[in-house]
């Protein structure tokens, strides 16, 4: 009797995570017909994924949903992609409940430990090639314009710090590949970091507002800017 409870509470259990972790798929397709002649908004309203879905997936199956979200590209259809992050952010209910998630740096991180830019650009697809980089600004976009830091304590933020400042050394290494907006984008998630732990204060030199006036709002390098970001971040990563 004891045995056949146990196999019942266990085919439960298997049965509740499968209902929790049930699929979904976006509705509307960029480059399909039904997509060119929908209103924007009506696109945005299709491509949320029901509430009681998204509450039963777990953050890793949330994130997936995340990169696959069909507006990300509206970042760069403005002139400002960082008020183009934010049309987008507040659009996404995958986004903003991915930001919830107490786990999610953790993804973040992963990714962003993984990623590899040889391989990236290997890719013979342009499309595919511009989507990941998109991403990849995206997800640093994520960390300098939300709130995401906010469930982190101090080390925490310093762990967030290193796995950004090593993807933006290795854009180091691109130089006519990465630049603009998305070399940028990894700076000002630094300093969004440091200002969030008070290790950087809205009146230093390298302050976020600074750093924008300084690039153009983030279209333009400045190697002093730069260097004086990476010390800054090796210094607190490594008090």
């Not at 509450?55 to 890793?60: L, M, R, S, V």
């Not at 949330?62 to 979200?69: E, S």
């Not at 507040?90 to 830019?117: C, G, H, N, P």
């Not at 691109?174 to 950087?200: C, F, M, Q, T, W």
Request: aromatic share 14%; net charge neutral.
């Amino acid at each position: 009797m004891k045995k056949t409870l146990v196999f019942i509470f266990c085919f439960i259990a298997c049965v509740v995570n499968t209902q929790a972790q049930e699929k979904w798929d976006y509705p509307v397709k960029p480059g399909s017909e039904e997509w060119r002649i929908m209103p924007y908004n009506e696109k945005v309203e299709k491509l949320q994924p029901p509430k009681e879905l998204v509450d039963g997936w777990d953050t890793e199956m949330l994130f997936k949903y995340c990169l696959d979200y069909p507006l990300n590209m509206v970042t760069w259809m403005y002139s400002n992609p960082n008020a183009g992050f934010k049309v987008v952010y507040e659009q996404s209910t995958v986004w903003q409940e991915f930001v919830r998630r107490k786990d999610a740096v953790e993804i973040l991180m992963q990714y962003f430990e993984m990623l590899s830019f040889k391989r990236l650009f290997e890719i013979k697809e342009a499309y595919i090639r511009g989507n990941e980089m998109l991403t990849l600004c995206f997800l640093e976009k994520l960390v300098s314009e939300t709130d995401f830091t906010g469930y982190l304590d101090a080390s925490g933020k310093r762990k967030l710090a290193n796995a950004i400042l090593q993807t933006h050394l290795r854009k180091k290494d691109y130089p006519d590949r990465i630049y603009g907006y998305s070399y940028n984008s990894s700076l000002s998630a630094l300093i969004k970091i440091l200002e969030s732990d008070k290790a950087v204060s809205a009146n230093d030199a390298i302050s976020l507002t600074k750093f924008r006036e300084k690039t153009k709002n983030e279209y333009f390098a400045d190697d002093d800017m730069d260097a004086a970001i990476i010390t800054k971040t090796l210094n607190y990563i490594n008090k």
